[in-house]
């Protein structure tokens, strides 16, 4: 099997990163060398070695390490109030170099998960997408040129760009390959000194999924899967195909899945996505291309063999859930494909997971039962934000600055907000609180969650990645059959088939959901026990799985005592924890927080020690 080692030329610490580029490897018998150009530096009084991560495309998002360690990370959309956001993550970045009490001068190497110069496969596989359809080519041509052009600007001038935010600086950005970046961002964190990675999303420069072994501090990469051959984009596109938004709305998908039958399995798996061996995979673009289902253009082939597609607002009907349940199913088949084949390949008893698709919580659970490994792990931002933490965390072991791993047992690294701001806030809104001690605040706030009344709850940091897990959730009774609808008409304003999740103490989920292991992350669903369908029916799906958060002592006391607090009163270790949005990023600051209440019918909000009732 074909390898690429990636090595570095290793010198006595301290040291600092100026400059690599693609021209500095070479290639050496089937290997490729990357010699990282490092020289001795100092670090700076008082702040330790500072390495920064930046993704400026999609999902743009920041990280930052002091001496090896996650001081801070967080994503753009949370700033600005834009989901997804393409940007350079200005706002992000300034928010990790505070908590560092640094400036930009002071970081002593900034990482990017992205080589711009490769794209060249990408252009030519859009570029054929549209000249096979002349209607493509008009909606889409001049959009994709112009975005390639963003692509590229965006890279070339990242330094023009950031000295114009903050000042000159002293080291350049260091570019990086995209799914390396995204294989240290799950395996670097992870507990285990050796696993199988496997990296899946829509693209990278060039690729769609990687098969790598991680041992130490070193990755290596076993095999890649080049495009149009991709498992995220295939999902996209049926997303697409399903009326929702690519890109953006696969988890509804998947979460529409339960509600179908895998009727389609049979032909997606025939004609369109098939397997090979060694652990390869074919998409067929002539009859489901990416680049044509995210305009809404789907080739009569296709149609004819799934039927019309569903336009945004039109009726949801039984075959809608049925191809959805057989792309989720064709999905799983593949993951496990590839995953059987790392296995086989590697030995590795553990697998760590990153790339957009490692957000499918059905498809890692398939994987962690049925694939082989012991244990399987997940970082809580596996998509592309996660990359700009793996990018920094990348560069710092080729510099050797990452001395001792950090294990990521809790996803809490965003701002956090002390009481006065959190006073100011809803003294701005004319409203009123309450300042309740700690362990009064829980049991009130798990009194009025017992008698049916919805909760917002705003404490500490912010958490990284997509789930809201406790510090910036909206909380309710999972034991009310009804409160799902509850939710949805006072709040989310959502499909009636998405699922709630619970968040559950971690020593009694075994009690509620058949799990061997913790779930802090939301991203496995585990099967719920007959015994609780009954007792917490409105955290169940309809396929009798749930989401999982488990609450150890440690990640989160304040959220713990809460439960806690409502397991004493209703016999009930479990509360229904959903994110605390409307149709927007998760709330950021204390005057989202009152904003987004003020929007809804919330009967109560709790930031720190305050608590806020909502007027009759």
Not at 286 to 305: I, Q, S, T, W, Y
Request: proline content about 5%.
């Amino acid at each position: 099997m074909q390898q690429e080692i990636m090595k570095v030329e290793t010198l006595a610490s301290p040291l600092r990163l100026v400059y690599s580029s693609g021209d500095s490897s070479r290639r050496t018998g089937g290997k490729v060398l990357i010699r990282l150009h490092l020289i001795e530096a100092s670090a700076q009084a008082g702040l330790g070695m500072l390495v920064l991560g930046l993704l400026n495309l999609r999902d743009a998002a920041a990280a930052l390490l002091q001496d090896g360690t996650i001081l801070a990370a967080a994503e753009e959309e949370r700033f600005v109030r834009t989901k997804h956001v393409t940007a350079l993550p200005l706002r992000a970045i300034r928010y990790c170099l505070q908590e560092a009490g640094a400036g930009l001068n002071d970081i002593d190497a900034i990482a990017v998960p992205w080589k711009y110069w490769v794209v060249g496969r990408r252009a030519s596989l859009a570029l054929g997408s549209m000249v096979r359809s002349p209607a493509l080519f008009r909606v889409k041509g001049r959009r994709s040129a112009e975005r390639l052009s963003q692509e590229w600007t965006e890279q070339l001038f990242l330094t023009s760009k950031l000295q114009t935010a903050f000042g000159p600086f002293r080291t350049k950005p260091v570019f990086l390959d995209h799914h390396l970046c995204h294989a240290a961002s799950t395996f670097l964190v992870s507990p285990f000194e050796r696993a199988a990675i496997l990296v899946v999303d829509g693209a990278s420069e060039a690729h769609t999924s990687m098969l790598g072994l991680g041992e130490g501090r070193e990755i290596t990469v076993l095999k890649r899967t080049n495009l149009p051959h991709s498992l995220g984009q295939f999902y996209a596109a049926i997303t697409a195909y399903l009326g929702f938004t690519p890109d953006q709305d696969e988890y509804i998908v998947m979460g529409l899945a339960a509600y179908g039958e895998p009727r389609y399995a049979e032909p997606l798996r025939r004609k369109i996505l098939t397997l090979a061996p060694e652990g390869e995979f074919h998409l067929n673009t002539k009859l489901l291309d990416f680049h044509l289902a995210r305009v809404g253009l789907f080739v009569p082939e296709l149609l004819n063999l799934l039927g019309p597609n569903r336009k945004s607002d039109e009726e949801m009907i039984q075959r809608h859930r049925d191809i959805a349940a057989s792309a989720q199913l064709v999905l799983e088949e593949t993951l496990l494909h590839l995953a059987r084949h790392l296995k086989q390949a590697t030995g590795a008893e553990n697998l760590c997971l990153a790339g957009g698709v490692a957000f499918n919580c059905v498809a890692n659970s398939r994987l962690r039962q049925e694939a082989g490994f012991r244990q399987v792990y997940v970082q809580p931002a596996a998509g592309d934000a996660g990359a700009a933490l793996g990018s920094a965390l990348w560069l710092a072991t080729r510099r050797g600055d990452l001395r001792q791993r950090e294990v990521m047992t809790s996803s809490y690294l965003g701002p956090q907000f002390d009481e006065v701001a959190c006073r100011q806030a809803v003294e701005r809104a004319g409203l009123s609180a309450q300042v309740l001690a700690e362990e009064a605040l829980c049991e009130k706030v798990a009194a009025e969650l017992a008698h049916g009344r919805l909760v917002f709850w705003f404490q500490g940091r912010m958490e990284w990645g997509p789930r809201a897990l406790g510090n910036r959730s909206l909380l309710a009774d999972p034991r009310r059959e009804d409160i799902r609808e509850l939710i949805n008409s006072k709040v989310k304003l959502r499909q009636p088939f998405r699922p709630f999740a619970p968040s559950v103490l971690e020593e009694r989920a075994a009690d509620y959901f058949e799990l061997t292991e913790p779930s802090p992350f939301m991203l496995f669903t585990h099967k719920a026990r007959p015994s609780a369908k009954g007792v917490i029916p409105a955290v169940i799906h309809v396929d009798g799985t749930s989401r999982i958060q488990t609450v150890d002592r440690e990640a989160n006391p304040c959220f713990r005592r809460l439960i806690e607090a409502f397991a004493k009163k209703t016999g009930v270790p479990v509360l229904l924890n959903t994110s605390f949005n409307v149709n927007e990023p998760i709330v950021c600051t204390p005057d989202e927080a009152v904003q987004c209440f003020l929007r809804t019918e919330v009967d109560w909000l709790v930031m720190g020690n305050l608590l806020v009732k909502r007027e009759a």
